[in-house]
């Protein structure tokens, strides 16, 4: 036999009707060159995440430096940032920009107090440059053409002086990563099931710019308009003393934690205003693609661990509440998983007007979505709602001949869903290990491949398991996240033909392993009267000798069934 691995009350509300960034002011090439201590265009020629202990992700990005604008660089130049993916976990960082493997930039980057580089203004000052279109006669096309333009202007007599950055030099490849995490875009999955995403406030972090009315006006804004188009649901939980970074808490928690003034000093970059992020648990099933968020329209999520913002409140653009308002809804939607209308500068009223636009607009808007927002949204959390399901495990009776009790060896899987009670439940990637997993309706049997003796019993809340199979639920439009049926025990029942209550469970209960008439230790006695025969019982995980241990409703007010 085989055993694989695998504020206050006023803040008490719910509204019911992919990449993090951050709000940054606008920067001139001129004012970004002078800002940094060194500038460079370059091409991406490797990338590698890695995880401290402390359980932070990083990104080395090793550019080829092809064009020097200030400071001396060796060949291969490596930059850090925060965020990526290690396993099947990512974490997204409002600075970092998402570099991309083979993609050319013109790059601002500052040596940080870790002695590390990174981008001078975050996402903003990593430019992408984009190939040209044919027959145009430029290098790249705008305006990342008009930025190189600039800065070569700027240094036309020769690179600016600047640092020496001779001791950080990158290598090509291997290539770890694709991007900073890749396309995998994830949910927070509680408005699936009608809940609330709760979230908690640094209580060591509120403005002193604003009163407490108004700062809880913000939040209730803020959070309104995402919950005003979606099905999403927010609910305050309480004050809390981080004690660190909002930017360095991952329990996976389900919730956003919202620091409203940057008091660790986690924005380090010249005129950002706030980050967002979220970290992102990602498990694709092999064969099928389907992922821990569920499926939306077609599209695969992740699950959403943990959401957070950090905000840049002493800023002198944040004195303004409504400016405030704005960059806060604007980095909350990247804990949603919303990424940027642009980054970089656009005249396209429909990007331009976004709050998801890279620049805070600053134009008294608080926190109004622009035409761009909404839909996308719509897409990550639809007002029809992905099924869901639960994980379950099996304690497998194995006998001289296959049990063939009903109950025994099988499960039936729930789905649930808001809209529809019509649902279509599908399995993937059972494995064969130890039996064989067969499907009927929703129900899931597995019949075990001989008569074992009796196994360990695995741990129902780990992930180890004798056989496995993955399944969902779909409505026809959207698919719930994948659950697992685990078979965590393989015992046997010397009984033939089997009643399906091995052996262990009688010897327990009764002194012996045979059914007898006598005790009423037969399948279908009741040896307790309490309602329930011994087979029932056996499945129930109940006491058949204490009629007091028995499943029933004791108590059953509105709101309360014990």
């Avoid at 509204?15 to 800002?35: C, D, G, K, T, W």
């Avoid at 608080?366 to 379950?392: C, E, H, K, M, W």
């Amino acid at each position: 036999m085989k055993k694989l691995s695998s504020f206050l009350s006023l803040l008490v509300f719910t509204f019911s009707i992919y990449h993090a960034r951050s709000s940054v002011l606008p920067m001139s090439a001129e004012e970004l060159l002078r800002a940094s201590d060194a500038a460079f265009r370059g091409k991406v020629v490797g990338l590698s995440s890695f995880k401290t202990p402390d359980g932070l992700i990083f990104t080395r990005a090793s550019l080829r430096v092809d064009e020097r604008f200030k400071g001396t660089f060796p060949a291969i130049l490596q930059v850090t940032h925060r965020g990526g993916r290690v396993g099947n976990e990512g974490q997204f960082d409002g600075l970092s920009p998402q570099f991309k493997m083979n993609g050319e930039y013109l790059l601002f980057v500052t040596r940080g107090a870790d002695g590390k580089l990174h981008s001078t203004q975050g996402f903003a000052s990593a430019i992408l440059l984009q190939p040209a279109p044919a027959g145009s006669g430029a290098e790249f096309a705008s305006p990342g053409q008009d930025e190189l333009n600039e800065i070569r202007a700027l240094t036309a007599s020769g690179p600016a002086s600047g640092a020496d950055f001779s001791d950080q030099a990158g290598e090509i490849g291997p290539l770890e990563i694709t991007g900073m995490l890749g396309n995998i875009s994830s949910r927070f999955l509680q408005c699936d099931r009608g809940d609330a995403i709760p979230f908690l406030i640094d209580s060591n972090s509120l403005p002193a710019q604003f009163t407490l009315a108004q700062v809880t006006n913000a939040i209730q804004q803020a959070f309104g308009a995402w919950a005003a188009v979606t099905s999403l649901k927010f609910r305050f939980e309480g004050f809390q003393s981080f004690g660190k970074g909002a930017d360095t808490i991952f329990p996976n928690d389900g919730k956003i934690r919202l620091q409203l003034t940057d008091i660790y000093n986690r924005i380090t970059t010249s005129g950002t205003l706030g980050i967002g992020g979220r970290n992102v648990l990602s498990n694709p099933l092999e064969n099928v693609g389907w992922d821990l968020g569920g499926n939306v329209a077609g599209n695969e999520f992740g699950k959403t661990g943990v959401g957070y913002v950090v905000l840049e409140s002493t800023n002198s653009a944040m004195q303004d509440i409504s400016t405030f308002t704005e960059v806060l809804c604007h980095e909350i939607g990247h804990a949603l998983n919303m990424a940027h209308s642009s980054e970089v500068k656009t005249s396209d009223p429909l990007l331009l007007d976004s709050i998801m636009y890279f620049q805070a607009h600053a134009d008294g808007r608080g926190a109004r979505l622009g035409a761009y927002d909404i839909p996308v949204i719509q897409q990550i959390y639809p007002s029809n709602t992905p099924p869901f399901s639960f994980d379950r495990v099996m304690d497998v009776t194995t006998a001289p001949s296959t049990p063939a009790v009903p109950g025994i060896n099988q499960v039936s899987i729930s789905g649930y869903d808001l809209q529809s009670a019509s649902l279509t439940f599908q399995t993937a990637n059972g494995t064969t290990d130890n039996g064989s997993f067969s499907v009927a309706g929703n129900t899931v049997e597995y019949t075990p491949a001989g008569y074992f003796l009796d196994s360990d019993r695995l741990d129902p809340s780990g992930n180890l398991f004798y056989d496995e199979i993955n399944a969902r639920f779909s409505d026809g439009t959207n698919a719930s996240p994948y659950v697992s049926i685990r078979v965590v025990s393989l015992t046997g029942d010397s009984d033939n033909p089997s009643d399906g209550i091995p052996d262990y469970w009688m010897e327990f209960y009764f002194g012996h392993s045979d059914p007898r008439a006598s005790d009423k230790s037969r399948a279908t006695d009741d040896a307790d009267g309490d309602g329930l025969d011994n087979l029932q019982e056996y499945i129930a995980g109940s006491n058949p000798t204490n009629a007091g241990s028995a499943q029933r409703i004791t108590t059953f007010n509105p709101g309360v069934l014990q």
